[in-house]
């Protein structure tokens, strides 16, 4: 499979070696590509567009033997569709979809020329998602998979972007490869598999995170004990790998501002502990970390494109096994704030590990906001399918926030009720509170339990239990892991929380 070795921008002339892409806006046809391209070709091409069929339509293409005047291997137009009005989401999926195209010929030297086609204004926030979108297409997990004979002289792919203005282009696109980076470090560690990827190794990724800047400490079994978080530990008691703790610092704001919090629930592998899981689909479970690896992408983007924020990331790391020494339905633990939790369910679990982590944030670091990040449950599925992620939030600020940073990033949410009422459903006469419900209003009610550890600060839950993994493949991402979340935290940072 073709790999993007390289992206790098240059000035809008003729493209001149390899594979040249230009793109063709709906209706205009070749004949309106800039002359300087195609000298004197325009009437051949324009016949060849014809009897292809090929117009310009949105992600439509044509693939061509280039022509001999042109001195190049192949030319491929690529149709963006009605000039008018193309949004970020726009150029991000056509900079997928265009390195689709050059798999498929297995290119290695490209030039895309981005200078305005047919009186269309490219800026260069638009040329940096276009590479976002390429980049992001390029990933592929293969980690652990072997090269073919006929693999082994393969060669990666060098991608030039011909643009109006390349100091401009390059200037935004270090800000969207830092995003691009987080996103593919999330991907990369929820597709790792669970017997290299532990609680000790994960926390060790994000100590990784120093290099650029960010503070990291990482609470081991002792230190969680003293602090008395009984319910994520409870939920690590029945794995021999121990549990641990990690905690983020970015300092890139003013001293005295109150910092943006971020806490991911961590499972590394999730077997429902003694309330054991059906075996059919139990080694996606692997990816119950989806939140904790959102956060650490989100934290490596805010820290490589040096965001003018304070922004905190937290995450409970544990594995959830069925050992002698588990946790068992019936069970009371005590967690971090004092409330008493009785486990009907052991694998209603990801909640247990949330409620200490949620506290010890609140209440050591007095965010201004704290936004919680899950693959909590199968419920949200139900509700909303993989494409959006469940939004619950005690705060209709915050949710404006999120649902215009959803909407601007990509990553979209649908809010989903909270209210007193459901708290009922999870009362129990023997503790404070039980940790689930059961079936119905499942999400809600595991979003209601959060709740209570959040202590008034302005919070919201993200369940992603549908988007982060599995999700429908699309112009750029044809992996199992998505990296969902990264862009939708950067973009909630970038907009509202920065100096």
């Known amino acids: 499979m073709t790999k993007l070795a390289k992206i790098s921008f240059s000035k809008a002339d003729a493209p001149k070696k390899g594979v040249a892409v230009v793109l063709v806006a709906d209706g205009l046809g070749l004949g309106a590509i800039s002359g300087e391209v195609v000298a004197g070709l325009e009437g051949g091409l324009e016949r060849v567009a014809g009897i292809a069929g090929f117009s310009g339509k949105k992600k439509t293409s044509l693939d061509l033997v280039a022509p001999a005047g ?93 643009v109006t203005d390349p100091k401009s282009a390059r200037k935004y696109w270090g800000v969207s490869q830092a995003v691009a ?76 501002d109150a910092p943006v919090a971020f806490v991911g629930k961590g499972v590394v592998f999730d077997t429902g502990g003694i309330s054991i899981k059906p075996a059919g689909g139990m080694e996606e479970m692997k990816g119950d970390m989806g939140g904790a690896a959102a956060v650490i992408g989100a934290m490596h983007a805010v820290a490589a494109r040096k965001a003018k924020a304070n922004v905190i ?42 409620a200490d982590a949620l506290w010890y944030t609140q209440e050591k670091f007095k965010p201004a906001i704290m936004i919680d990040l899950a693959t909590l449950t199968g419920a ?62 499942g999400s809600i009610t595991a979003a209601q339990f959060l709740q209570r550890f959040a202590n008034d600060v302005p919070w919201a839950h993200l369940d992603i239990a549908g988007t982060a993994f599995g999700a429908p493949k699309d112009d750029i991402c044809q992996s199992w892991a998505s990296g969902y979340g990264v862009r939708l935290l950067n973009q909630l940072v970038a907009d509202h929380y920065e100096n």
């Open 70 to 162: 042109l001195g190049l291997d192949r030319l491929i137009a690529f149709g963006i569709g009605k000039a008018e009005d193309l949004t970020d989401a726009d150029w991000r999926s056509f900079g997928g979809a265009v390195f689709a195209e050059l798999q498929k010929v297995k290119a290695e030297t490209v030039e895309v020329l981005l200078e305005a086609p047919q009186g269309v204004d490219i800026p260069a926030c638009a040329v940096a998602e276009f590479a976002m979108g390429a980049k992001l297409r390029a990933y592929a997990f293969d980690a652990y998979k072997t090269k073919k004979k006929d693999e082994t002289g393969s060669k990666d792919l060098k991608l030039t972007l011909k």
């Open 313 to 354: 990331g937290v995450i409970g790391l544990v594995e959830n096994m069925p050992d002698g020494n588990a946790q068992r339905p019936g069970d009371i633990v005590t967690a971090m704030s004092g409330t008493t939790i009785e486990i009907l369910n052991t694998d209603a679990e990801g909640r247990l590990v949330l």
């Open 380 to 441: 949200v599925l139900v509700a909303l399918g993989n494409l959006n992620a469940g939004l619950f939030t005690n705060n209709d600020d915050l949710a404006d926030k999120l649902l215009a940073s959803a909407k601007a990033s990509g990553e979209p949410l649908w809010r989903l009720p909270l209210s007193k009422d459901y708290d009922k459903i999870i009362d129990t006469p023997n503790a404070d509170v039980k940790n689930t419900g059961g079936r119905w209003a």
């Open 181 to 256: 980076d987080g996103v593919v470090l999330a991907r990369d560690l929820v597709n790792e598999p669970a017997n290299v990827l532990g609680p000790v190794e994960f926390a060790r990724k994000a100590s990784d995170l120093e290099k650029l800047g960010v503070e990291v400490e990482i609470l081991g079994e002792k230190e969680m004990k003293k602090l008395k978080m009984a319910a994520l530990l409870g939920v690590a008691q029945g794995s021999v790998r121990p549990p641990r703790l990690a905690v983020m610092r970015w300092n890139g704001g003013k001293k005295a």
